[in-house]
Every structure is written in structure tokens, then in C-alpha cells.
């Protein structure tokens, strides 16, 4: 849609080429992200192009042109501080970061709900539905925050409330994919679903039809697991939908050659190759036997730098380096199938978010990001596995399956089920501005439309207003202090 646009403006159009960017990226063409980015002119101040070619080179950690020096370019960027949380988590697995975020934009709220989505994943029921109900509580009008919360109620047994959050979304969101997807896990599914939504697809049983969304959702890890070879994929779609998996093995995140291997390619078969070399110079002569043996090592090696430089060849289906972790993953027996996740993980979880004009974009994280952590952090990381394993264990495993049609008939209320959910957790602030939301969207109080609007410029709207960030380059700051430069381009 995106190249339609650009099409119609002529080319034009810097918004649809930082959309088409933005799905290069989400389907790992990083080439061609390069190239919808090349020569895109930006106002100054307007941080959002830099910040898409920031991303696109740092998913490339071996022939990117930035590393993490760059990082501390970026200044109240809520993008970067993603990205640095981000990494951090996936040093240990770890289902949130460390300090509160500081920022109060559209991706933050998104990467907040998946950690709730990584909570859950752990066991960790009591702080996946706290941050739920505060999301809830600082956006009664969003879907998400209460889609999230009533995922929490169902993994703590809390049907019935699970259940009246459901209705309250049926009756203000009653066409969100995301609401129906939920009616399904819930067990009351609605008569016009629809098989090619892909969040009602993913709630259901597996058919052949499912093998399209792998490619129609290269960032969505679970669309990878309809298929039982899309593991490497999902690992590229996302490395974080292995993380409760690895916890629970207590399996390292950063993937290296092991010993053994370097014992069988130096120990075994380069020793093998010498004595090739010196039968055949006893056989036929000294000559032969010396080109014998300096074409087997040099074969080897070479092969060995092939193999190497493939994986590090990026791309979505059949990754090498994602292959090889696959393989990993099997052998510390992490089974990762789509049944073995909580129900609803598709909803909420979310790799690497990028901005558009203030809209959302998710690119996924892939699996190959481990190479950028440092080799001397295993030592101190597996003993937080090992204690948080334990807490897994400790605590209730999150709802696995959907809930079966018709079970609020058998199943007794719990304590206090009487009372909506969202009115008993979180208060009269939860229905806030509900009314008038539900006349807007039935058309009974609909803001004037006027006539056509014309385009404005990106630096003519409020950009803090939208969530777009501005003015968040350090030296690109101060050198506007001493020297105008005019429009830039992304690198």
C-alpha cells in the first residue's frame, strides 16, 4: 500500500518510504531499507528517518556502520531508550527492565504490554497484571491495556472477571481484531470471525492455511510456530518468545562455537589431513604429499569461512545463525511450540518499536542481537537463571490453551465477580470518558468533519503532542547552535 502511495505522489512522499523502509526491515532486507531511506530529505529537528537508519544499521552487527557508542548520541529518545532496555533484557532473559520508563508516548506504552507479555511467560502473575491495571488506569480509552489485563485475570483463575472485561470491550471496540481474538481464547467466540484476521487466525488450531502468515507476519513469532520447522524463524522474528523457555533450562543467551568443536576442526581432523598428506608422500612422493595435505587444510579452511560468512547473511526464511541456535535451543531440550506459550502472547508481545508521524511500527528482534553481548557476562547471568527458575516453578503456570465454550455455566463465580473487573481493581477512573467514546464511535457525537484538509508539513503539526521525536541528536543540537545546515539526509 505503502509503494501505491509513493506511486501516486510521484515519489514524493517521505512518509510511504519510511513505511516501505519499515517493512524491509521487518522482513530483514536491510539493503533495501538502505535504499528507500537513500537521499530522504528531513526537516531539521525531525529525528525520525535518523532514528530508522540508526536501527537499520544496528541490526547488523557484523557489517553496520554504528555501535554502541552511537547510542549516547541520542538524547530523551524514547526509541533508544527502548533499544537499550531492549538489550539489557536479553542479557539474562529478563522479562522488564530495570528502571521505570521515563516516557509517556505510544511505543513506550507498547513496550511496557509486552512485558506484560514476558511476565506472564514467567510466571510472574502479580507484576503483569499491576502494570496492566496501571496502564488501564493512565488510558481508560485504549484496548490494549484491558486486552492485557484480562489475559492477567485468566492466567490467576479469574474467569468470570476475565469475562466482564470482555463485554466492556465488545461494546466500545466490537470491530478490533484484537477484541475478537480475545472473545476466542475466552471461549465466546463471535459469529462473523473471520480466519484471515491474523490475530483470530493465531487463537485457533493450526490448518494449512496458516502457513501464509509466516510471511504475512515476519515479525510475529507465534505466526512462525504454526509451522513445526518455524522455529529459526521465530527466533528471528523474535529471540524474546524463547526467553521463559530458557530461563526454565537455564540456557545462556549469547551463542558461540563450543569447545568440542574447536577440539574436532584443530584436535582431529586438521591432524587427519597432516597424515593424508604424509601416506600419500610414502605412496607416491614428497611432492604429492605436501600438496595433498596443503589442499585438504586449506579446503577446510576455507569451507569454514564460508560457512561462517553465510551465517552471517541476513535474511528472514532459513538464517544460518538462526538455524544453528534452533539447534541449540533442541539441544538444552526447550521445546518452543506454540502450545507451550501463554495464550494470547500474539497480542501483546512486540519486538523493536520504530515510530512513523507518531504511529507504531514493530520490527521484531532478531535472534543474531546475542552477538552484540559481552562474552564475560555468562558467568554472572546464570545464577539469576537459576533463581528465577526456581521462582517459576514456584508460582502458577499462565493458561496454555483456550478456555472451552459454555464453561461460566459450570464453573462459580470467584469472590467479588459480582462487581466489573475494571470497576473493582481499578476504580470509577477506569470508565473515564467511556460515554462520550462509545457515542463517538456510534456516530451520535462525531466531531464536525469540515471540508478537505491540505497536507501540512511534518514540523507545522505538534510534534510532542503526537509522540514524534525531535531534537534528540546531541551533536546535531550543537552544531545547529553555531551553524544553520539545512535539510538533512540519513546516512
Known sequence: EAKKVLAQAGGDNDEARMIIAAGHIACRRLDAAREALHNLQQPEGYDEPELMAFICEWFDPWNGSVDEDDIWDWENNSCIDHLNDLMKMLRSWSPQPDDTPLH??????????????????????????????????????????????????????????????????????????????????????????????????????????????????????????????????????????????????????????????????????????????????????????????????????????????????????????????AKRIKRHKISLQRNELPVGTHLLLSGMLLSINGIVYDIGFPGWMTSMIQKDSERSVRPKLVRRAKAMKREREARLQNLTPGWWLKRPKEEGADIPAMERLVGPVAYRGRAQFIQRKSGRAAKPTGGPRTRKGIMSTDLKRKGIPHNTIISERQSRATNYRGPRRPS
Not at 511496557?112 to 514476558?118: F, M, Q
Not at 577440539?263 to 600419500?280: D, E, F, K, Q, S
Open 104 to 325: 509517556k508516548d505510544n511505543l513506550t506504552i507498547n513496550a511496557r504490554l509486552s512485558h506484560v507479555a514476558l511476565l506472564r511467560a514467567q510466571n510472574q502473575h502479580a507484576s503483569a497484571l499491576e502494570i496492566s491495571l496501571r496502564l488501564v488506569r493512565e488510558y481508560p480509552l485504549m484496548a490494549k491495556p484491558r486486552i492485557a489485563a484480562a489475559l492477567c485475570l485468566v492466567d490467576k483463575g479469574e474467569w468470570h472477571s476475565a469475562l466482564s472485561v470482555l463485554t466492556e470491550l465488545e461494546e466500545t471496540d466490537t470491530h478490533d481484531p484484537r477484541v475478537k481474538a480475545l472473545a476466542n481464547i475466552l471461549g465466546r467466540p463471535r459469529t462473523d470471525d473471520d480466519e484471515d484476521i491474523l490475530e483470530v487466525a493465531l487463537t485457533k488450531p493450526a490448518t494449512k492455511r496458516s502457513r501464509r502468515w509466516i510471511d504475512d507476519a515476519p515479525v510475529n513469532p507465534v505466526a512462525a510456530l504454526m509451522l513445526k520447522s518455524g522455529v529459526d524463524e521465530a527466533l528471528n522474528a523474535n529471540i524474546m518468545i524463547a526467553a521463559s523457555s530458557a530461563v526454565e533450562k537455564k540456557m545462556t543467551p549469547r551463542f558461540t562455537s563450543g569447545a568440542i568443536s574447536r577440539i574436532i576442526n584443530w584436535g582431529i581432523l586438521t591432524p587427519l589431513w597432516l597424515m593424508a598428506g604424509i601416506y600419500v608422500s610414502g605412496e607416491v612422493g614428497m611432492l604429492e604429499g605436501l600438496a595433498t595435505s596443503v589442499v585438504l587444510v586449506l579446503g577446510h579452511q576455507s569451507f569454514r569461512r564460508f560457512s561462517k560468512q553465510q551465517s552471517r547473511v541476513i535474511r528472514h526464511r532459513d538464517q544460518k545463525a538462526m538455524v544453528a541456535y
